[in-house]
């Protein structure tokens, strides 16, 4: 995920860029916006929504196929001919971690995608949209986005509300490797909303597709990046999960869970089970 240009009013405080997912060790970085939580001044927080297994440590593979990012968990289905993906997950309550600052806002979001994966499509673009979420003290804060990464900046919906609790179904469709939509609907309000590229590049390369809880970076004055602060999620459950792969509507029993760990700690746990895709914060 990348940047935004409109946030909840309160929230505007801060520059977030949403970036690249980590495709097998390292995330593709993203462009910072101005919206997600009280930041300080001089940081942008950023998600990162391309990944790659290009930086050592960042993620790894253990015996039963779980992939280990620093900043993703959930899952990556791998394949040529991916055109599609869809799911839905209840958007979650955040809760501030343990021993955390109420002064300072921790954040998080869900996504479906394709082409997170840096390693399998090294110069392509990212297609996305999902929902995010913020915590500052007891004030709790969301919105819904979408970018083609990185050629787009994350940018938010309008006139499209949500909030804890609603279920949101995420269709992604790259109608060629330079085109296509992402439709987000909430079930739960009955409301739709749609996006439409044209002509976008990088182009897409339509291997992998992605559902995904992401933490997200901060981009400090002096350039460098570090993980920001996360918030608690309890769980996300992706449901009713699909793709479309050479033109074949196909389940994601093939796909491969992805943990988040982070300085050898698993912060986030995912599996994968009927169909469905869990991911739980672990702290």
Known sequence: MTFSKSFLGSLLLAGVGIASPISHQSPRGAPPYG???SRPANSTVFLDSHASHSNPGVATADSVN????NNWAGAILESSGVTSVVGTFTIPQPQLPSG?????SYCGCAWLGIDGDSDVCPNGGLLQAGTAWCIQGNTPSFYAWYEWWPAQEMITFDNFDVTAGDEITVTITATSTSTGYALLENVSQGTSVRHTWKTESPS????????????????SSDGSTSLAPFANYGQVTFTGNSATVNRQTVGISQAQPVNMVQNGYTISQSTISNG?????YEG
Request: net charge negative; aromatic share 10%; glycine share 6%.
């Open 100 to 104: 955390a600052d109420s002064s300072t």
């Open 35 to 37: 919206l997600r939580g």
């Open 204 to 219: 897409l390369c339509e291997a992998t597709g992605e559902w995904i809880v992401e933490d997200f970076s901060d981009i």
């Open 66 to 69: 779980t992939l280990s990012f």
């Open 276 to 280: 469905k895709v869990v991911v739980t």
